[in-house]
Nanobody, 120 residues
């Protein structure tokens, strides 16, 4: 099992930066792909960035060049560095772990979410 606890959200002005952290517990962290999702009111949850167990990253087109996902295996922590923030980045951000269920890969474990609000 994987337990995820997020932190780092808050209020920031447009153009500012914020770093989200997701502390993971459980023996599967090192073998799990991790992702950051976000959901704004009235909008669908979307995948913002993902990182494989080997450290390969991918970012949504909407955040490429601004957001960077990374992980620290020693600290069992995944980060989302957010730069050049825009008001449209305002959302609840969730950390999730993608686990092999035996049949498919699924984001089965989720953090509680942390609010990011970007003011104009």
């Amino acid at each position: 099992q994987v337990q995820l606890v997020e932190s780092g959200g808050g209020l920031v002005q447009a153009g500012g930066s914020l770093r989200l952290s997701c502390a993971a517990s459980g023996r599967t962290f090192s073998s799990a792909a991790m992702g950051w999702f976000r959901q704004a009111p009235g909008k669908q949850r979307e995948l913002v960035a993902a990182i494989t167990s080997g450290g390969t990253t991918n970012h949504a087109d909407s955040v490429k060049g601004r957001f960077t996902i990374s992980r620290d295996y020693a600290k069992n922590t995944v980060y989302l560095q957010m730069d050049s923030l825009k008001p449209e980045d305002t959302a609840v951000y969730y950390c999730a772990a993608k686990i092999w269920t035996g049949s498919t890969w699924l984001y089965e474990f989720w953090g509680q979410g942390t609010q990011v609000t970007v003011s104009s």
